[in-house]
Nanobody
Framework: QVQLVESGGGLVQPGGSLRLSCAASGNIFSINVMGWYRQAPGMQRELVAQMLSGGGPTLADFVKGRFTISRDNAKNTVYLQMHSLKPEDTAVYYC???????????????WGKGTLVTVSS
């Protein structure tokens, strides 16, 4: 069974930095896309960043220049480095994996439980 576990959330002051990590566990052959979404209270979940196994990151406009995404395919891990954090970045950040190939077959969409990022002074 494929599981995604996030870490690295917490409280940070405006202008600060955080690094989120997400590790996929289970008997995994490959993962096509790994990325991050976020959901603020009362808001819909939105894409923050995602990355193909072969590279090619996609970043939402509201984080360009501040966040970067990276992957370690050998470890089935994705990272989100966040700089210049703003109060409006406060949200639960969810790890997502699409196109996961395992002995059980090809799974389209997996989600972590989320990690809370709070940006406040």
């Amino acid at each position: 069974q494929v599981q995604l576990v996030e870490s690295g959330g917490g409280l940070v002051q405006p202008g600060g930095s955080l690094r989120l990590s997400c590790a996929a566990s289970g008997n995994i052959f490959s993962i096509n896309v790994m990325g991050w979404y976020r959901q603020a209270p009362g808001m819909q979940r939105e894409l923050v960043a995602q990355m193909l196994s072969g590279g090619g990151p996609t970043l939402a406009d509201f984080v360009k220049g501040r966040f970067t995404i990276s992957r370690d395919n050998a470890k089935n891990t994705v990272y989100l480095q966040m700089h210049s954090l703003k109060p409006e970045d406060t949200a639960v950040y969810y790890c997502n994996a699409k196109g996961v190939l395992s002995p059980a077959g090809y799974g389209m969409d997996y989600w972590g439980k989320g990690t809370l990022v709070t940006v406040s002074s």
